[in-house]
């Protein structure tokens, strides 16, 4: 199979128009809250922080990431959304690893931290993060921490 072409956009928060705020926070909103069954908070204070990286096919979002630092910690990708209608086709690792370059430009030479749900630290060791906590449960989802060293 062949990889599909994408765009990547990768902005602050107040630079989407509404239309492109509204179609990526629907993603995150599809993927996390309404497919995972998982009623919980999925806006807060830390989108205002971060960076947003979206993948585009012809216009539309099919993918984002949020990369953001928070004081005195490694710099964090999260909210790590594909498009139900896009899966299997490898974008998953397409974000991860345009969202890690977008880190690693942003915050060079610093490990970058995650929350992975404990169901794809496989995945996600496959793009060099280690596990480095137990699992633990939040949103009632089991999650593991995970960092992969900076470059």
Known sequence: MSQPVYDVDVRRLEEFSAVELHAMLKLRVDVFVVEQNCPY????????????????????????????????????????????????????EALMREAISACQDQFPHQPIAISAQSHLEGFYGSLGFEKVSDEYVEDGIPHVDMQKVGS
Do not use: F, T, Y
């Open 41 to 92: 908070a999925e806006l807060d204070d830390h989108d205002v922080q971060a960076l947003h990286l979206r993948l585009l096919q012809q216009g539309n979002v099919i993918g984002c990431a949020r990369l953001w630092k928070p004081p005195e910690a490694p710099p964090r990708i999260g909210r790590v959304a594909i498009s139900p209608g896009h899966r299997g086709q490898r974008l998953g």
